[in-house]
């Protein structure tokens, strides 16, 4: 119905998820109406964030250089390593402001269930740090999913193996303003195992 | 948070209509997670759509040649123009299979609120278009707004000192499908006003 540029363009904004007909034909026309830089600007931060970006060499997190801002900065206490699934952990951790240490950034879970094995994703790149940097503590922060634990459980047990190296698992309970009430069981479960003495 | 090339294409994302600042990460990381051509050809149909369409010289409906596919088309009826808002417009008319004649973009409604007068959407366009053009007919069909109704109003006022040109506007009434218990007033009142003989 649209001439055939106009098709792609619609055609492009389609494949991103979450995006239907009606909201690509929509963006696309917003691009249309918008001046020429627009469009410009658009196309070079996506052909700039795809050449630029590659991962952390020691963490895997997602940087412009080798090794990234977290990795390479010296007022961080490299003696703790935070493991998490994938790179918006990372960022979700760092809005807190309270973690000094640094990341390890596994992309992805132990999964048979999709085929993903423990080669699959960053494990052994993690107990080669280990080894190679003096770590004290081993934070798992993977999620509290079936995976999440299987991968946390897998990590936990190789770590133990080596000697004055700490591992530990972020808790899980009633998130804060939460309710009991409307708190799954499973939840309500750990809750309870993990109390603390007050 | 993020490294800048990421946070600039978040940022590119953000500005398109209807984008908050989660979906954006979300179509970013779509992006970095996606292989390399992804970006790429998503980055050229930006630039071409963009550089290819162009208004076509008879119609104003968008068009990646001078005149529009519609208007060299020459099964097309040239002695009926039907008058609409945006190419939209068009697209939604030429869905419906049935209307031969041809069309005319005005890109946009007299709106005095909006400091759009006559002169700044495609009117005199038109007039020009019936003096060199052989039309029987022209029919509106902008929008049943304030504004569409207002220009319709105008445009009609134009053409009846023209001999030989009627001029139509499509009617308003109740929806197919539609129930009289939910229409609105203003539409039920139009939908008595335009009462037929059966």
Redesign the interface.
Known sequence: ??????N??I??FE?????GHK?A????????ESN?T?????????????S??KFCEKCYN???NNV??ICSNSKRDTSVICVVEN??DV?AM??THEFKGIYHVLHGNISPMNNISADDIKIKELIKRLADESVKEVIIATNPTIEGETTAMYIARLIKTIPEIKVTRIAHGIPVGGDLEYTDEITLIKAMENRRDM
């Open positions: 119905m649209f001439p055939e540029s106009i792609n363009l055609a492009e494949k991103l998820p979450g995006i909201t034909v929509r963006l696309a026309f917003h691009i249309l020429d627009v469009a410009k600007q658009f196309a070079t931060a996506l052909i700039d964030a795809k630029k970006i997602l940087s412009e990234c801002n790179v918006k960022v760092e809005k």
